[in-house]
């Protein structure tokens, strides 16, 4: 059974500080892994969406990487602003079926 | 281009009671999920449609728990009859097929006490 794991749960940087958020995954056996954002009250955006043949993806300040092997990936945020304050999930789609599979994100707050 | 469209947005209501939720998938998708996101479980899968036909419902916690997708531009979650663990935020998505490589497009979810 796939497990997706985000560590940490939340954290906290000064404006300005580029940042690196992680996603593990236990079965290597995914089709895409996929980035999203979620404000407070609100629903998720896609942010990068990386296919199991590429190993990354970027997207202005954005950079997703893809490491099936050792199953991992990171989402990788330059020069972090305030509005970049909300919870982030990864989520690694399945090549058995069309489900996606969510971590439980990590709550990022953006000091000014 | 409209998003996936959800309503009601907030639904409170008294146990027992019968809840009904409702979803506009984006015109053109060929999938439908629906996920119930708490603090504790986080996102889970629910349900999901293919072509309006229910592929998957192994998410979908109990028999108090259906969901129909009559036509591709509507979908409902009901509840029958309500309790407060059901106390959540029910999402719903849609997608093209993943051949495409594209993701998963949520509303803005339905915000559900049950008290």
């Known amino acids: 059974k796939q497990e997706v794991t985000q560590i940490p749960a939340a954290l906290s940087v000064p404006e300005g500080e580029n940042l690196v958020l992680n996603c593990s995954f236990t079965d290597s056996a995914i089709y895409n892994l996929q980035w999203f954002r979620q404000d407070p009250g609100k629903g998720l955006t896609s942010l990068l969406l990386?296919?199991?043949?590429?190993r990354e993806q970027t997207s202005g300040r954005l950079n997703a990487s893809l490491d099936k092997s050792s199953g991992r990936s990171t989402l990788y945020i330059a020069a972090s602003q305030p509005g970049d304050s909300a919870t982030y999930l990864c989520?690694?789609?399945?090549?058995?079926?069309?489900?996606?599979?969510f971590g439980k994100g990590t709550r990022l707050h953006i000091l000014p | 281009d409209a998003g996936v469209i959800q309503s009601p947005r907030h639904e409170v209501t008294e146990m027992g009671q019968e809840v009904t939720l409702r979803c506009k998938p984006i015109s053109g998708h060929d999938y439908l999920f629906w996920y119930r996101q708490t603090m504790m479980r986080g996102l889970e899968l629910l349900i999901y449609f293919n072509n309006n036909v229910p592929i998957d419902d192994s998410g979908m916690p109990e028999d108090r728990f259906s969901a129909k997708m009559p036509n591709a531009s509507f979908s409902t979650l009901k509840i029958q009859p309500s309790e407060p663990r059901d106390s959540a935020v029910y999402f719903c998505?849609?997608?093209?097929?993943?051949?495409?490589?594209?993701?998963?497009?949520f509303g803005d979810g339905t915000r559900l006490s049950i008290l």
């Open positions: 990386i296919q199991s043949s590429q």
């Open positions: 998505a849609s997608s093209r097929h993943r051949g495409q490589g594209q993701p998963q497009h």
């Open positions: 989520a690694g789609g399945m090549n058995r079926d069309d489900k996606i599979i």
